[in-house]
Nanobody
């Protein structure tokens, strides 16, 4: 079983920065992708950024140029550096990991509990 724990959220003024972390613990054979999602008030959950095992990254259009996803395999940690934050970035940010528990097994998706990011105007 894999557990994901996010941290780094908080209250920040518009234009400010935050760095979110997502630490993975537990046993997993291989990781396919890791990602950050967010769900704002009254909105559906949306994909913010994805990073693959080859370090390819994909970003949602509204965060391109402002957010950077990265990972440190030695620390089993994924990050989301968020700069030039806007009030519309206010949301619960949740990390996600997709991988195989053992060789040849089906891919499984794990989710963290989320961390609140609030951007004031």
């Amino acid at each position: 079983q894999v557990q994901l724990v996010e941290s780094g959220g908080g209250l920040v003024q518009a234009g400010g920065s935050l760095r979110l972390s997502c630490v993975a613990s537990g046993s997993i054979f291989s990781i396919n992708t890791r990602a950050w999602y967010r769900q704002g008030p009254g909105k559906q959950r949306e994909l913010v950024a994805t990073i693959t095992t080859g370090d390819s990254t994909i970003y949602e259009d509204s965060v391109k140029g402002r957010f950077t996803i990265s990972r440190d395999n030695a620390k089993n940690t994924m990050y989301l550096q968020m700069n030039s934050l806007k009030p519309e970035d206010t949301a619960v940010y949740v990390c996600n990991l997709r991988g195989q528990v053992y060789p040849g097994s089906a891919y499984v998706t794990y989710w963290g509990q989320g961390t609140q990011v609030t951007v004031s105007s």
